[in-house]
C-alpha cells in the first residue's frame, strides 16, 4: 500500500441504520449498513429502540466494513463520525464508539456534519459505464433532500457551503411519510407512495403548494390538505382510498416534486448556477430523480445524482467528508460530544 493513500473509517449512527464504510483515498472499499426493522410496528423511529438497536449493531458493523475492505486495522489513518444532527441516543453510540476505537489505535477522529456529508457523497469515486463518474464542479447547488431536512444548499468548496433555502415546518420525507401514514400505508410509507405513484395520474388531483418567501418551503400545510380532501372523499364513498391509491399517489408526489423544484430553478437563477445536485435520503425517490433530468435538458444544467447506496443514511458519505476534513487538518479531540441539533 502506498504511503500516499489515506484510509479513513466512516461511522454513521444518526437515526435508525448502524454504518460503517472504509475510505481508500476517495474510493469506497466497503460500505455496511445495518437496519432495524423494530421501529415498522410503530408507525416511525422510536429513538430509545435505535439507540439500543446501534449498541447491538456497532461492532459487527465496524467489524464487517474491515474485512469486506480486505485491510488491517493498523492501516485506518483516523475515523470519521457523524456528530449530528440526529438522534441524541443513536450520536453517542457512534460518538463513543469513534473515540474509544481513534483513542486505542492513537489516531485522530472528525467529527462530521450529517448534512454535509449528504452533499459531499457526490465526490465519492464512482464508475459509470466503466468510467469515472463526473464530480460537480464548484460552485453548485445541492437539493438536499430527506425524513427531516430539505434545503437548498450553495456549495462554494468542499468545506464551504450555505443553506439559502430551508423548510420552515415538515420536511419534504415527513410530507411523503405523514400522509403515507394517512393512506394507510406502513412506515416508511415514501417509497410505498413511489411505487404506486408509477401506476397513477399525476394530474387526477390538485393539492395545496403553501406559498413561501425566497427559496423556502413549507409541507404541513400540504399534510392538512390531503387529510381534509381524504375525509371528504370518503364520505362520499369508504372504498376511494383503495379504488384510487395509484392517482392519489402520483398526485401528491407531484405536488412536492413541483414545490421542491421551484424554489430550486428559482435559486438557480438568483445565484447564475447551471451546476445542480440532489442528495438525501428522499433524493431516490423516482419522481424527483426524473425530473432533475428533465430540467437539466430543458434549462441547460449539469446535473448530478448519487447512487441509491449513497442516498439513504450511510457511512460512505461521512468517510468521504471526513477526508475533506482531515486533509485541512480539521480533527477533534476527546472532549467532542454529539449535538442533535447542527447547522451547516
Not at 457526490?122 to 460552485?139: A, M, V, Y
Not at 439559502?164 to 420536511?171: L, Q
Not at 411523503?176 to 416508511?188: E, M, R
Not at 449513497?310 to 479531540?333: E, P, Q, S, V, W
Request: charged fraction near 25%; aromatic fraction near 8%.
Amino acid at each position: 500500500m502506498s504511503k500516499k493513500d489515506i484510509i479513513i473509517l466512516g461511522i454513521e449512527s444518526s437515526c435508525d441504520d448502524t454504518s460503517a464504510a472504509i475510505l481508500k483515498n476517495e474510493a469506497i472499499l466497503s460500505n455496511e449498513i445495518a437496519g432495524q426493522k423494530v421501529h415498522e410496528a410503530y408507525g416511525g423511529v422510536v429513538p430509545e429502540l435505535a439507540s439500543r438497536a446501534h449498541q447491538q449493531n456497532i461492532l459487527p458493523v465496524v467489524d464487517a466494513a474491515i474485512k469486506n475492505a480486505k485491510i488491517h486495522i493498523s492501516d485506518i489513518d483516523a475515523v470519521a463520525f457523524t456528530r449530528g444532527p440526529g438522534l441524541l441516543g443513536s450520536l453517542i453510540v457512534g460518538t463513543s464508539f469513534a473515540k474509544s476505537f481513534a483513542l486505542g489505535l492513537d489516531i485522530p477522529i472528525v467529527e462530521v456534519n450529517h448534512m454535509h456529508g449528504h452533499v459531499l457523497a457526490h465526490f465519492i469515486d464512482d464508475i459509470e459505464n466503466n468510467e469515472l463518474k463526473e464530480k460537480p464542479s464548484f460552485p453548485f447547488l445541492c437539493l438536499t433532500v430527506s425524513g427531516g431536512h430539505t434545503q437548498v444548499v450553495l456549495v462554494r468548496d468542499h468545506l464551504d457551503m450555505e443553506v439559502v433555502g430551508t423548510t420552515k415546518d415538515d420536511a419534504a420525507g415527513e410530507a411523503f411519510d405523514k400522509t403515507a401514514k394517512l393512506l394507510g400505508l406502513p412506515y416508511p410509507g415514501g417509497p410505498l407512495i413511489d411505487k404506486y405513484a408509477k401506476e397513477g395520474d399525476a394530474n387526477a388531483f390538485k393539492f395545496t403548494k403553501p406559498e413561501m418567501a425566497n427559496f423556502d418551503f413549507s409541507f404541513s400545510g400540504l399534510k392538512t390538505n390531503v387529510l381534509q380532501f381524504l375525509q371528504r372523499e370518503t364520505k362520499k364513498d369508504k372504498d376511494f382510498i383503495e379504488k384510487r391509491l395509484p392517482d392519489i399517489c402520483a398526485s401528491l408526489q407531484k405536488t412536492i416534486v413541483d414545490i421542491l423544484f421551484d424554489k430550486l430553478i428559482k435559486a438557480a437563477k438568483h445565484y447564475s448556477i447551471n451546476e445542480i445536485a440532489i442528495a438525501g435520503g428522499v433524493s431516490a425517490n423516482s419522481g424527483i430523480r426524473k425530473r432533475l433530468l428533465e430540467e437539466g435538458e430543458q434549462r441547460n444544467w449539469k446535473t448530478y445524482i448519487p447512487k441509491f447506496e449513497y442516498c439513504t443514511d450511510n457511512a460512505a458519505m461521512i468517510a468521504i467528508t471526513g477526508r475533506f476534513h482531515y486533509l485541512n487538518g480539521k480533527f477533534a479531540d476527546q472532549s467532542v460530544t454529539p449535538q442533535a441539533r447542527m447547522k451547516i
